[in-house]
Nanobody, 122 residues
Framework: QVLLVESGGRVVQAGDSLRLSCAAS????????VGWFRQAPGRERTLVAA????????QYADSVKGRFTISRDNDENMLHLQMNDLKPEDTAEYFC???????????????WGQGTQVTVSS
């Protein structure tokens, strides 16, 4: 069992940077593939970035490549998402997730945080 709690979401201006964090408890995140998803109102939840178990594979949505960076801190048992050059279309609820295998499909991830809201104003 892994408990995930996100933090860091807030209202920012277009072009700003923001760092989201996901604190894990119960088990160590290093044992899992981890990811960040986002969901805007009326839209499906989609993969933003993911890091496989052992960090062998890193995957980003095309819309965030070059702007977002996913990383994990095994010492602190945390997952981060550094978001630079934010755009209004990045506005969404952001969720961290963990599971054995990396997948672009949210239904295949077992553990989820409660979400943190990111709003980017133009």
């Amino acid at each position: 069992q892994v408990l995930l709690v996100e933090s860091g979401g807030r209202v920012v201006q277009a072009g700003d940077s923001l760092r989201l964090s996901c604190a894990a408890s119960g088990r160590t995140l290093s044992s899992y593939s981890v990811g960040w998803f986002r969901q805007a109102p009326g839209r499906e939840r989609t993969l933003v970035a993911a890091l496989s178990w052992g960090d062998r594979t890193i995957q980003y949505a095309d819309s965030v490549k070059g702007r977002f960076t996913i990383s994990r801190d095994n010492d602190e048992n945390m997952l981060h998402l550094q978001m630079n050059d934010l755009k209004p279309e990045d506005t969404a609820e952001y969720f961290c997730a963990a599971d054995t295998y990396l997948s672009e499909f949210p239904e295949r991830w077992h553990y989820w945080g409660q979400g943190t809201q990111v709003t980017v104003s133009s």
